[in-house]
């Protein structure tokens, strides 16, 4: 109780680094103790406010493997995915931690149906594959450039089977079209 009340005081100090390797001591040496999901959750938002997203979602999904049934399994599933959102470059960059933040909020979303945070999480959803879908438009518009409307076809037909429900489903319609009348 002693280091779990020193670590939480150092993280209400905003001590993040300090905080966390106070708390692992009890994961470490008190796993089964009734502080240990606790001292997790507070591991993982200590990652979270540091903005080490990589480390915050493996505590949180760390959290969500070791104590399924703790108070704290619904945040940080949220907080995991939200990790991978914050991850998630602009469009013109490696989209792997986009589509890793799409599939867990998801996943949220298919546990926690009609959750108040699964509502925001469409939100979230929607922004991401925009990013996806503008990525497959650009490459698109690179390849008109470029003069190879074979290859141009490709990612637009990609955006239109793909991404139908973004900004972008239109755009590449017309791309397409003028495209195909190019050629």
């Known amino acids: ?9 150092l993280f209400n ?10 708390l692992d001591l009890i994961r470490l040496q008190y796993p089964a ?36 049934n703790s108070p704290y399994y619904k945040e940080s599933a949220f907080k995991a995915a939200m990790s991978f959102y914050y991850l998630a470059p602009q469009y013109d960059l490696d989209p792997d931690y ?15 149906p009609g959750d108040s945070l699964s509502i925001v999480m469409d939100t979230y959803i929607q922004e ?17 450039k470029l003069e190879s409307p074979a290859s141009a076809l490709i990612y ?14 239109e755009l590449a319609y017309v791309g397409k079209i003028e495209v195909l009348m190019q050629m």
């Open 1 to 9: 109780e002693a280091i779990f009340n020193k670590g939480i005081s």
């Open 13 to 22: 100090d905003k001590e993040y680094l300090e905080a966390y390797n106070t």
């Open 33 to 68: 103790s009734q502080y240990a999901d606790d001292a997790q959750f507070y591991m993982a938002e200590s990652r979270f406010k540091r903005e080490e997203y990589i480390l915050a979602q493996f505590s949180y999904n760390l959290l969500k493997r070791l104590y399924p």
């Open 98 to 112: 986009t589509t890793k933040a799409i599939k867990s909020m998801s996943e949220f979303q298919a546990t926690y």
């Open 128 to 144: 991401l594959r925009d990013r996806l879908a503008q990525k497959e438009f650009e490459i698109a518009q690179l390849y008109r």
């Open 156 to 169: 637009y037909d990609i955006v239109i089977n793909e991404y139908d429900d973004t900004k972008y489903f």
